[in-house]
């Protein structure tokens, strides 16, 4: 399964049954007047910025992500979204993730990958701290909260309630469903290079789905550099 997937675009119906999402753009542009122009028109449109006729297509994708990153996507509220419920997934699973050092310059950022010695915290069994590799320290928490929420399943506490010790990491679907102009203006943030990099990634497929479907939208616009609107 994709990380990100094109799974629903409009279609057109009637006069527009065999129309291209740019040429329907271009015939919603010309107020249903069909004329074939090698893309002239949209390529016009993004030129100069005149959005609104992007407004009338709509585009649905799936997402497998994780829970802290599923909560920037809805933070979009032009993004109509829908998540898997964990009140009705047993054992959701949950993945070390990435570590990278914090930005130097920049606050909510980050930079080069890492995996450094960090103190664990003493347990009950008195033993002192030991300096592990943080990725095996985070493992083991996790396996921790795994086995103590699947406890407390089989303990009949309900899994509205058990689901509230599970990590930021826990994995989920979404899906999102959004007009051609509000996906860009998704695009336009997530992409930008201040962005997380996992959200950063997520936006970047959603925009290569986009440019196979709409080559002349994107032909004109550094979508990949993000602040293009």
Not at 169 to 196: C, G, P, W, Y
């Amino acid at each position: 399964m994709k990380k990100v997937e094109l799974v629903a675009k409009t279609v057109g119906v009637g006069p527009y049954v065999d129309l291209s999402n740019e040429e329907i753009i271009a015939a919603i542009a010309r107020h249903g007047k069909l004329k074939e122009d090698n893309g002239k028109l949209v390529r016009y449109l993004m030129d100069q910025k005149h959005y609104s006729p992007l407004q009338h297509i709509s585009y649905t994708f799936k997402i497998e992500t994780v829970r802290s990153i599923s909560a920037q996507i809805f933070r979009h509220r032009s993004l109509n979204g829908q998540e898997t419920s964990q009140r009705y997934e047993k054992r959701p699973p949950a993945f070390v993730p990435q570590l990278r050092e914090q930005a130097k310059k920049n606050r909510q950022s980050s930079e080069q990958v890492v995996d450094p010695l960090i103190q664990t915290y003493k347990r009950e069994s008195g033993r002192d701290p030991e300096r592990l590799i943080a990725s095996k320290v985070i493992h083991d928490l996790f396996k921790d909260i795994h086995f103590v929420y699947e406890q407390l399943l089989e303990a009949n506490v309900a899994r509205e309630c058990a689901r509230n010790i599970l990590p930021m990491n826990t994995s989920t679907t979404i899906h999102i469903s959004a007009t051609l102009r509000d996906l860009l203006a998704f695009l336009n943030i997530r992409v930008e290079k201040h962005a997380q990099k996992e959200v950063r990634d997520i936006a970047t497929s959603i925009g290569e789905e986009l440019e196979k479907d709409l080559p002349g939208v994107f032909s004109n616009i550094d979508w990949r550099r993000g602040l293009f609107m």
